[in-house]
């Protein structure tokens, strides 16, 4: 089954973060480092306010629909006139621009591309 645009950003979004065993996202089964912020299927939170959720798709999926609310307009925190640098810039907190970077190249984009730009690519 090919991957979406989303699955790809997630991808890029669980290799920057460092999703691998015995990490913490993976022993939160949260890949993407999500905050907890009442996450469908979230049962609560770690010490450092991560979500943690029961199973991998669990925490897959929280990624999954941000990504998407990111991209399509549904987020109050990324307008769609952002661009991709812009975005992660506010997802994290630390290696801001590099991550918008990492993610840009991961997907073969330009870092400066707008998430209403690239919402159009999903279709």
Known sequence: MPKTLYDNIAQAI???E???QG????KNNNPGNLKFA????ATGQDANGFAIFPTFQDGY???INQVRHMLNGTSSLYPQSMTLVEAFNRYS???QDVYGNFVAQQL???PNITLAQLNSMAV
């Open 108 to 110: 073969g984009v330009d």
């Open 14 to 16: 669980m290799r920057f």
């Open 61 to 63: 999926n929280a990624l």
């Open 38 to 41: 009442g996450q469908s299927n």
């Open 93 to 95: 907190t630390t290696s």
């Open 18 to 20: 460092g999703y691998f």
């Open 23 to 26: 990490s913490l996202s993976y």
